[in-house]
Nanobody
Framework: QAPLVESGGGLVQAGGSLRLSCAVSGSIFGANALHWYRQAPGKERDLVASITSLGRTSYADSVKGRFTISRDNTKNTVYLQMNSLKPEDTAVYYC?????????WGQGTQVTVSS
């Protein structure tokens, strides 16, 4: 089983909503912060949102007030609720966890926002 598996991407019109999910292996979910990144074509992979093991969250300025990161410790899952989506949110979204010296990435899920 892959350590991180994203789902929930798709095509949505501007102003719409999507919820991404990331199932995290129990061996790394524990007391670790979890992150969502995104990468648009021809651009670098950027941090979108983070959540600590205690539930403290932080967001990129570009998504503040529109995106919400959360985690369900009973399901070893982290979510990204995305509202008021814009065409510039179009990207492949990746889940990430760093444990010790190891960085774990999911395979990514495509989000496309049409204008």
């Amino acid at each position: 089983q892959a350590p991180l598996v994203e789902s929930g991407g798709g095509l949505v019109q501007a102003g719409g909503s999507l919820r991404l999910s990331c199932a995290v292996s129990g061996s790394i979910f524990g007391a670790n912060a979890l992150h969502w990144y995104r990468q648009a074509p021809g651009k670098e992979r950027d941090l979108v949102a983070s959540i600590t093991s205690l539930g403290r969250t932080s967001y990129a300025d570009s998504v503040k007030g529109r995106f919400t990161i959360s985690r369900d410790n009973t399901k070893n899952t982290v979510y990204l609720q995305m509202n008021s989506l814009k065409p510039e949110d179009t990207a492949v979204y990746y889940c990430n966890c760093v444990k010790g010296f190891n960085a774990y990435w999911g395979q990514g899920t495509q989000v496309t926002v049409s204008s």
